[in-house]
């Protein structure tokens, strides 16, 4: 095996190591409260992934170029790391996704019952219970739809 080869397969444990790190980091998203974090933890990951997508290239062109065949068999196997990461990486974003949209929509339908008791208690003045409760519901309504939608 020449030294392209074991700096390409070097440049795809590094990466490989990099993208678990970041995936534990993601999965850790599940059991706390989003504060924003994903989104950065997102694109890192997706940068990552393309950065492994590309070394994996390199390595099928270095092996369609005369490389070395035992670098094919290690080629496959970080193809189908690539392919294991990108498929949990976009099942755990649709799950927390999904996880925001239901606690958005928890939330304002806590809001719409803090509206209807506001309305039932006469606090405040009873249009603006109202037009709360219109916002509360139109906010529900289009949470509902963009969710079938999907």
């Known amino acids: 095996m020449n030294v392209p ?3 390409m397969i070097y440049g795809n444990i590094k990466i490989e190591a990099q993208l678990d790190e970041q ?3 993601y999965r850790r998203l599940f059991s706390t409260k989003s504060d924003g974090a994903e ?3 997102e694109a890192g990951i997706d ?5 492994l997508q590309q070394v994996n290239a390199q390595m099928q062109a270095w092996i369609c170029s005369g490389g ?5 068999h290690t080629l496959t196997r970080h193809q189908e790391i690539l392919q294991d990461l990108t498929q949990e990486f976009d099942r755990h974003r649709s ?9 958005l929509l928890l939330e304002d339908f806590k809001e ?6 506001d309305l039932e208690s006469g606090d ?3 249009k603006q219970a109202l037009l709360n409760e219109h916002v509360g519901i139109n906010r529900n309504t289009a949470q509902v739809i963009k969710i079938l939608r999907q």
């Open 124 to 126: 405040g003045s009873t």
């Open 47 to 51: 940068l990552l992934l393309r950065q």
């Open 68 to 72: 070395s065949e035992m670098v094919s």
């Open 23 to 25: 995936m534990h980091s």
């Open 39 to 41: 989104s950065d933890l």
């Open 95 to 103: 799950s927390l996704r999904t996880k925001q949209e239901h606690a």
């Open 5 to 7: 080869s074991l700096g």
């Open 112 to 117: 719409f019952d803090r509206a209807r008791l």
